[in-house]
């Protein structure tokens, strides 16, 4: 086969993945490939994160009942209880509160002292190891509940006990629980050890031969032990450049001095004479104090270099020195090296940072890579450093001035030291590299196994498969192209803020069009009339070249008078974005050709002056956009923004991009931001088959293929013609626009189109049965009169009229619901004074109310809702007539999970409308055909004769009747196709590459083992 010029584009997101396979003029083949994100479908909370908090809260249970079991064991051990078992404290029938408070003044039975010990070990306070939940920088959780706690710990002054406080204070008479984010009543542990001292001691004192110190200790060793957090150094990977270390902390001195230099090295400062680097004096004068502040501004940073108010520095404009950070977005260039020099004191702090900066990032990474108060302290132990110093870091500790370490950065803290003295020298990072014999394009080989975020680490798996089928199907490609969407690699809330960002544009939008219609007086023709308008706001309404006022009658397209300029040219920039775009007349834009602004009107210093000076007073421009219009280091353009904007250099890009090429040597492999291919899809006309007039996206995945196709073509070679253009356009003060590049051959659209007809997406088949066997909510059971009776417990604010009906025991609850009744017809009124109240005075917040749910999955007393179907067994049988009948039989998770329980599968389908009890049962006569799970591809044909085929997207448990969706959309479906009366019911299998086979028959298998 000849493989000559052959171009695989792929176009990944987090849960799909696009292809086109192209020759030099012809699509060989296309397709689009979905598949499962590792998340919930709408609170996008990664599954993993919901497995772990699980696991969390069983493991929290299980530890709190082996202690109570040992805390039993060991009051019966000291003849507290005759019993030690489960039952040993519930036999005794007292008041825990009025024993702990009474036990300070008279002699206690032995029955007495176990509740009072027994209670305290159940509910016994906080306590937090985590170095996270400390002074200003703890979360807001933990500081909400700290306040709280302190504000306990003046009550307790003047009580004795924590029991003693909570039996007698009125404060605590209504409640003594915290309930739904209110901490007022939580207590300190350590307030509670003391508890069990002065209580034991009181028991001694009044002769009680039970309360010994064996007992007391014992005691205090069982019911108070916390396990120390776990340590996060073992996930730390290894730097690229010393493979045998470790990655530094983030807030490690030499890591934070490392990106400070870097970003200095890479700093200009402008003036009328040109643009310059920093000085040797000047870097030493930026570095004198490091680590003084968290932050470190321009403003600041002015300052120590002492410039002229006529120096700039280059891309950041006078009004915006005060909030910019020099280093990092956030505004804190160095605050782990300031919270280290705060600890320390400046003269300790002074000496290590310059004779010992290895064992200043050695502390740093264990306040990182620890959150255990306690392992901290032995891990800096191990340091050998003098006591005062590991005084003063453990002062640090107990005060929170360490929460905000965290995380690891991207090399290690021994290879930050060997480039500091080079970056310190001026040298950009690529240069440094090269001086301390690193290779600063080097990446660690990584495996998928590796990459902490899930998303990620599913996208990319997926597309490493996908690309080896295709491969293995149509041979070897020349190259391979990869367009990844920005949020594979972000997290759930980064998503969310992307998302954020899309909504808030698309409503600016809508404003811009609206205004554009009344200010202009005629609607705005597309997006290049949008785009005329809001640059023309953002000016002020001013060409920025030529210092003259922009009419409003000419933002409309048609109109030639003005034009949008690359402010950076495309030829040598590559950036079509909005921040290197400005609205210009035309004839200026025809003198600038292809020069940037500053190569334009330099040698005229008045001109630039006055031109800069514009610049920088418009408000509404953002800086990087200023930092565009004010280059004058052209070499840049070429060397890095080119590159950048041609390319796509996220992590998660990279990270693919070095595996592709790892396993295929000999193909070229490359990737192509999204910007790019979204300008190439509207030059060759190709945006009507992505999105409706409107353009609103058309709900259709095969639009993945198609991208990938654009993305395919986006060869060297087309962005040399791309560049071509662009050049010749500038030469000659022409219109500069992607409408000009010729498609990849003749004919293009009209081929994809055709070729988009038969893709049929591939889905990937759910089949195995993981998440959450049962609903998380469980409710109460109790005995009716026709059986048992579910009950729920509902908000008050949420209450009607109508669930009053409903409330549990009426008769003894008359009082309450009559409260409850005059609170709802009063409108229920916010006034906490006016909130309803229990028969004895407590305000209620909930209530239990009588359901008609039936008993579902039986968990810890109670009952819950089931988990979603994990597959239907289908079975069929022949009639009278001959014809086949149709019998679906639900499972679900928690019967695949317990094979205790579920020793054989479920064997009863669905009756319409009639309860599990009167289900049919399958039988010898029943026979097995296969299983659906969700995205098994089906073909139904009713009994009229209409056919339906595509995914199976679930079953009505009441009805019986299935779902199906088309293949190029999950959002639509034909619902309600009763299965029983099928004519015909085929199952097929579908691979990735959107082929398929029918599947006669299955084997039905139960936890792994054939069952039919």
């Known amino acids: ?16 993945c696009g292809w086109a396979l192209l020759a030099e003029d012809s699509l060989i083949a296309l397709g689009t490939r979905t598949f499962d994100v590792p998340e919930t479908d709408k609170e996008r909370i990664p599954t993993n994160q919901i497995r772990r908090q699980a696991r969390g809260m069983r493991r929290v249970i299980d530890r709190r009942r082996q202690r109570m079991n040992a805390v039993r064991r060991l009051l019966a051990d000291h003849g507290l209880l005759a019993d030690g078992g489960k039952l040993g404290l519930a036999t005794v029938r007292l008041d825990p509160w009025q024993a702990r408070a009474e036990g300070l003044d008279r002699l206690l039975s032995a029955g007495e002292l176990a509740v009072a010990l027994g209670h305290i070990a159940k509910h016994r306070g906080f306590r937090s190891n985590s170095k996270r939940d400390r002074g200003a920088n703890a979360p807001k959780e933990s500081s909400a509940m700290l306040g709280a706690i302190a504000q306990t710990g003046e009550r307790l002054q003047h009580w004795r006990t924590v029991g003693e406080m909570f039996w007698k204070d009125e404060f605590y008479q209504t409640r003594r629980r915290n309930r739904d984010g209110d901490y007022s009543r939580t207590v300190q542990r350590l307030d509670l050890e003391t508890e069990v001292h002065r209580l034991l001691a009181a028991q001694r004192r009044l002769g009680n031969p039970l309360a010994t110190f064996d007992l007391e200790q014992s005691f205090i060793d069982v019911a108070f032990f916390q396990r120390p957090l776990a340590d996060s150094d073992d996930k730390v990977g290894p730097c690229p450049f010393e493979p045998s270390e470790k990655r530094a902390a983030r807030h490690s001195p030499s890591f934070e001095r490392f990106r400070l230099l870097s970003r200095l090295a890479a700093l200009r400062l402008s003036s009328g004479a040109g643009e310059r680097p920093l000085s040797d004096a000047e870097f030493a004068a930026a570095c004198a104090d490091f680590g003084r502040l968290q932050g470190f501004s321009f403003k600041r940073l002015r300052q120590h270099l002492k410039l002229d108010p006529s120096i700039r520095f280059a891309g950041i404009a006078p009004d915006e020195e005060g909030k910019r950070d020099v280093v990092a977005r956030s505004g804190e260039a160095t605050p782990g090296s300031a919270a280290l020099r705060h600890c320390l004191g400046d003269t300790v702090w002074d000496n290590m940072l310059g004779t010992r900066p290895a064992l200043l990032d050695a502390i740093a990474a264990i306040l990182t890579f620890r959150d255990d108060a306690d392992r901290i302290a032995e891990g800096l132990a191990g340091l050998g450093i003098e006591e005062p110093i590991l005084d003063a870091l453990m002062d640090g500790v107990r005060n929170g001035s360490f929460g905000k370490f965290k995380g690891p950065g991207h090399i290690s803290a021994k290879a930050c030291r060997a480039l500091l003295p080079h970056l310190a020298r001026g040298r950009v990072y690529s240069d440094a590299c090269a001086d301390a014999g690193y290779d600063h394009s080097r990446q660690t080989e990584t495996n998928l196994d590796d990459i902490r975020n899930p998303v990620a680490r599913k996208a990319l798996g997926e597309a490493l498969k996908q690309i080896k089928i295709i491969i293995h199907t149509h041979g070897r490609p020349t190259a391979i192209h990869v367009e990844m969407a920005r949020d594979i690699g972000k997290s759930a809330d980064e998503r969310d803020e992307i998302k954020k960002g899309i909504d808030k544009r698309n409503s600016e939008k809508d404003r811009a069009r609206q205004q554009f219609h009344e200010m202009v007086g005629t609607p705005a023709a597309g997006a290049e009339d949008l785009l005329r308008f809001e640059l023309w706001k953002e000016q002020n309404g001013w060409c920025l070249y030529t210092g003259r006022e922009i009419p409003i009658d000419a933002l409309v397209s048609s109109d030639n008078r003005i034009q949008v300029d690359h402010i950076l040219p495309w030829s040598r ?29 330099h040698d005229d210093p008045e001109r630039w002056e006055k031109f800069a000076r514009t ?3 418009c408000k509404t421009m953002k800086g990087r956009k200023k930092r565009n219009l004010l280059l004058r280091d052209s070499s840049r353009l070429e060397k890095e923004f080119r590159s950048r904007n041609l390319n796509d250099t996220r992590y998660a890009c990279r990270l693919l991009l070095g595996i592709l090429k790892h396993t295929y040597p000999d193909i070229v492999v490359a990737a192509r931001p999204g910007p790019l291919t979204d300008r190439l899809r509207r030059a060759w006309g190709l945006q009507s088959l992505k999105k409706h007039e409107d353009g609103t996206r058309k709900d259709d995945d095969r639009h993945h293929a198609l991208d990938a196709a654009v993305v395919a073509a986006t060869s060297q070679s087309m962005l040399q013609r791309l560049t071509t253009l662009f050049q010749k356009a500038e030469r000659e003060g022409g219109r ?37 066997g049962h609903k998380d909510t469980i409710r109460a059971i109790g005995e009716g009169d026709a ?58 917040t909930k209530v239990k109310l009588v359901t008609t749910d039936d008993v579902r999955i039986l968990v810890r007393g109670g009952t819950a809702d089931r988990g979603d179907m994990a597959r239907v067994d289908v079975f069929r049988q022949a009639d009278p007539k001959g014809r086949w009948r149709f019998f679906l039989v639900p499972v679900y998770p928690h019967q695949v999970f317990d094979p205790t329980d579920w020793p054989q599968p479920p064997n009863r389908a669905v009756v319409a409308y009639k309860p599990e009890k009167e289900w049919t049962v399958m039988g010898p006569d029943h026979e097995f055909l296969w299983s659906l799970y969700p995205f098994s591809w089906i073909a139904v044909e009713k009994a009229d004769g209409t056919r339906i085929e595509g995914y199976f997207r679930g079953m009505h448990r009441s009805t019986g009747a299935i779902s199906i969706s088309p293949h190029h959309s999950k959002s639509l479906a034909s619902t309600g196709i009763g299965a029983k009366t099928l004519a015909s019911f085929r199952k097929f299998a579908m691979d990735r590459m959107g082929n398929l086979s029918e599947i006669e028959r299955e084997v039905r298998t139960w936890h792994g083992v054939a069952c039919t």
């Open 615 to 617: 610049v920088e007073g």
């Open 736 to 772: 500069r626009d992607f409408v000009g590049l010729e498609p990849p051959w003749p004919g293009f659209r009209a081929d994809l189109e055709a070729k988009l007809e038969g893709v049929v997406v591939s889905r990937a088949e759910r089949r195995r049965a993981r998440g959450a």
């Open 787 to 844: 059986g048992p009776v579910v009950y729920e417990r509902k908000p008050v604010a949420a209450l009607t009229e109508k669930d009053l009906d409903r409330v549990k025991d009426p008769e003894r609850n008359k009082v309450l619901i009559e409260n409850l009744r005059q609170w709802i017809a009063a409108g229920k009124p916010k006034d906490p004074d006016k909130a309803p109240r229990s028969p004895k005075g407590d305000p209620m």
């Open 573 to 601: 920039s590559g950036d079509d974005s909005y921040i290197n775009k400005t609205l210009c007349f035309t004839e200026a834009n025809q003198h600038k050709k292809g020069m940037t602004p500053w190569e334009w009107l």
């Open 1 to 16: 086969m000849d493989v000559s010029a052959r171009q695989l584009g792929i176009d990944l997101g987090i849960g799909t």
